[in-house]
């Protein structure tokens, strides 16, 4: 009975009897190290296939390789790499691909950042920061409001080290979603910042976090300086907020 040939090894005849040169299949985000070290040292391999499927694995240590191989175009797709990278967290390989003088981080209107942001990869964003083709306030600040809709309070805090950062941009968008969705720690820190003001469009931050009985963003939007009369029939909902959280009088006329 023929013994059965593990993967590995199956590559490695597959390699040997070639006489093509090959395309890497999607299978290759599948492939398992030892595949990879194949893949790697056989120079039929098709290498700029390869480099897309390490980058989407998050290998980072045959990149340093293949960014030495003249076969790679590590901006080829508008950098495709890089962005990619950042999308999935890959910080390493986000970090390699910077050193890299064909790199450009700033294609597709700044993707590279938008993606880190949006997932929170707040590492990347760091380094992508530092990077002076990036703009992290593209889009009217898609990043900072992106990373609040999605609870990042990591991304934000980078971001908010930025001078080209809004966090007020589109109507205060940020504080509003994070009121409205219960991030308590993002709405904290941003009321910090002198740039945003949550009394926007009829004090809309406060109302939807009483509408959506969150308790602990109510008490830090009432005392805000900001925060006028919401003017709106809702005000019964935040009495019996602040009434169930015991607060006294003083409170309750700051925000009626």
Known sequence: MAKKLSRAESTRLFLLHSEHDLSIDRRCASYKDEEYELLIKNPKVDRQHLFKCVVRRGL???????????????????????????????????????????????????ETIRNAAKFGHAKIVELLLK?????????????????????????????????????????????RLAAERGNTEIVELLLKNDRVDPSVKDNYAIRSAAQHGNTEIVELLAQHPKIKNPAHPDLDILYIILRTLGKKNKLLKKII
């Open 131 to 175: 990077n002076k083709y990036v703009d992290p306030g593209v889009n009217d600040n898609i990043a900072i409001r992106d990373a609040g809709a999605n609870g990042h309070i990591g991304v934000i805090s980078a971001l908010l080290k930025s001078k080209y950062v809004n966090p007020g941009a589109n109507n205060n968008y940020a504080i």
């Open 60 to 110: 980072d240590k045959y990149i340093e390789i293949l960014l030495k191989d003249d076969r790679v175009e590590p901006d080829l797709k508008d950098n495709e790499a890089i962005r990619l990278a950042a999308k999935m967290g890959h910080t390493k390989i986000v970090k390699l691909l910077l050193k890299d003088v064909r790199v450009n981080p700033s294609t597709q209107n700044n």
